[in-house]
């Protein structure tokens, strides 16, 4: 069973905590524009785990936010999710800053 999936909003950039994947995904899905609206980055350090879901989400916002405008920088992104990155070949669609 997944565990929730949180957030925390730190100037201009939104903090995920927890899991984010098919399950817990939709709470963040359906508050994006709210969320999202004067953020620039996007912390997922604290993520536990990220699914194949959760990977489309962040591209998605990624790119909803490229239509306003916005260069939406994700940062903390863990081996793991690195990984994933890679194996859907999203290197260029999604540029990320890995965690340290």
Not at 49 to 56: Q, T
Not at 63 to 90: F, P
């Amino acid at each position: 069973m997944a565990d929730e999936l949180r957030w925390e909003s730190q100037g201009s950039t939104l903090l995920l905590i927890g899991d984010l994947d098919r399950e817990t995904l939709l709470p963040l899905w359906q508050r994006r524009d709210t969320l999202l609206a004067d953020k620039t980055g996007l912390d997922v350090a604290q993520l536990q785990r990220v699914d194949s879901s959760g990977l489309a989400l962040l591209v998605h916002l990624r790119e909803e936010l490229h239509q306003r405008g916005v260069e939406l920088k994700i940062s903390g992104v863990s081996d793991r999710l690195a990984t994933l990155i890679t194996l859907y070949n999203l290197q260029e669609i999604i540029p990320v800053t890995t965690a340290t």
